[in-house]
């Protein structure tokens, strides 16, 4: 596992260095445990963001019906 690969996947860097330490140390279920919860943030995050784009397509779609 490479420090940087855990930055790509949206980890903070102090999140970066104490999974890396774990995983150095062969703890590595604690730290698969860190980023199953980090995961599920991120696509708790991603649904958030995920509903105004479906509230807006909603919108154009019965807007674009009434207009036809």
Same mark, same amino acid.
């Given at each position: 596992?490479?420090? #940087? !690969?855990?930055? %790509? %996947? *949206?980890?903070?860097?102090?999140?970066?260095?104490?999974?890396?330490?774990? %995983?150095?140390? *062969?703890?590595? !279920?604690?730290?698969? +445990?860190?980023?199953?919860?980090? +995961? %599920?943030?991120? =696509? =708790?995050?991603?649904?958030?963001?995920? #509903?105004?784009? !479906? =509230?807006? !397509?909603?919108?154009?779609?019965?807007?674009?019906?009434?207009?036809?």
């Amino acid at each position: 596992m490479d420090k #940087r !690969d855990l930055e %790509a %996947a *949206g980890c903070t860097q102090d999140f970066a260095q104490k999974c890396q330490r774990m %995983a150095d140390e *062969g703890r590595t !279920d604690e730290c698969l +445990r860190m980023l199953q919860l980090h +995961r %599920a943030q991120l =696509v =708790v995050a991603l649904h958030e963001a995920q #509903r105004p784009i !479906d =509230v807006c !397509d909603w919108l154009i779609c019965n807007l674009a019906k009434k207009t036809a």
